[in-house]
């Protein structure tokens, strides 16, 4: 919405800053009026004539004014207002939380409202989709970094279902702070595999630390390309801190995941024999090429480009192992060992793989094996 230049109006006032209780009481009158909050001031919300309760907020973008000659005008701009929507789908904290990050960015020389004008180009104002779009192209698959497919799944599914429409602008710290709120919390989701509905868990503690980690690197991404002055998220700590596993398989739960794995087929049996042959981690093989092997195939030298460190990784072949490997079907289609369509693209839908080798360890008698 393009912000208008604001006539000198005297809005109804109230001597406290405004309440939630105060705000379910209010009565239709007939008539529209607004009430300010002295807490912040430029909050207002406007009350319809036939009831409709819409937040809004008065600011002056420093230096935008018209050169007049008035000093308040050359010094910090024109007198506008932006609507911030609709009381009660936007609280009082989000109104107030909103209406703080507008002023400010006007303190520093940046319209908000500017960013939904019209201009001569169709692109309109970028929004969390756009985003998390441009993140997922221009630096997570761009740079070929191992964590980006969950990475991506996180922020679309959490921060994208939360945020998609919202400006990247107004954005706050407190919308991650609830958002992070809500992901501590399990739940479930229905996820069709073909004719089967299965219930799948989502969310928890290790969920919410992901979504803070990604989503704060997401917003520094967006400040290096110019989509918003700063990153609001950048002193939000990890609350979420993840206990180390001591829980290990012992020979025998080794043996039943083995049996299990192997009446599973290409390829996801020959998958997760191999991780257990060297103990090697689940991306490195479901990313693993033809060419990382060497010509007597007795070692897969993973590049340096695959790791954060820069450094190479050599995974020592078994003969076990090397017959395996010599066992997949060759890829016609591209260089991966573990594929789905000839070699393209690498095996994926790991949470799908794991529930079928849960399904065969339950058939032999191991239902009870930790996740």
Not at 167 to 173: A, C, E, K, Q
Not at 360 to 365: D, E, I, R, W, Y
């Amino acid at each position: 919405m393009e912000p208008q230049v604001e006539p000198q109006e005297a809005p109804v006032t109230v001597a406290r800053p405004l309440t939630d209780t105060q705000l379910r009481k209010l009565k239709v009158t007939g008539e529209r009026y607004e009430l300010t909050d002295p807490g912040l001031p430029g909050l207002a919300l406007r009350i319809s004539a036939k009831g409709q309760k819409t937040w809004t907020v008065v600011y002056r973008v420093r230096g935008s004014g018209e050169a007049s000659g008035e000093r308040v005008a050359r010094l910090t701009g024109d007198k506008r207002r932006l609507t911030l929507g609709d009381y009660p789908s936007v609280g009082l904290a989000d109104a107030r939380a909103k209406a703080a990050e507008i002023k400010r960015l006007a303190r520093s020389g940046i319209d908000a409202g500017e960013e939904g004008k019209p201009d001569d180009s169709p692109a309109a104002v970028p929004v969390v989709a756009d985003l998390i779009d441009r993140y997922v192209s221009d630096h997570l698959r761009r740079n070929g970094l191992r964590a980006g497919s969950n990475a991506e799944k996180q922020l679309r599914l959490h921060v994208g279902g939360a945020w998609n429409t919202k400006p990247v602008v107004s954005i706050t710290r407190g919308d991650l702070v609830r958002l992070l709120e809500r992901v501590r919390v399990p739940f479930e989701v229905e996820v069709r595999d073909g004719d089967k509905v299965e219930l799948r868990k989502r969310g928890g503690p290790g969920a919410a630390a992901e979504v803070r980690k990604w989503t704060r690197a997401m917003f520094q991404f967006a400040v290096e390309v110019g989509l918003r002055p700063d990153n609001p998220f950048a002193d939000v700590r990890n609350r979420d801190k993840q206990r180390s596993r001591d829980r290990v398989l012992s020979m025998p739960e080794l043996a039943a995941v083995w049996r299990a794995a192997g009446g599973m087929g290409y390829p996801w049996g020959p998958y997760y024999q191999l991780i257990l042959l060297t103990g090697d981690r689940r991306g490195e093989w479901a990313r693993a090429q033809w060419d990382w092997l060497d010509n007597e195939g007795v070692r897969l030298e993973i590049p340096a480009a695959q790791y954060k460190t820069g450094k190479a990784q050599v995974v020592p072949l078994s003969n076990q192992a090397r017959a395996i490997i010599q066992a997949l079907p060759r890829a016609e289609a591209g260089p991966f060992l573990f594929s789905s369509d000839g070699g393209a693209t690498p095996v994926s839908g790991f949470s799908k793989a794991k529930a079928r080798l849960d399904r065969h360890l339950a058939t032999a008698g191991h239902g009870d094996m930790a996740p």
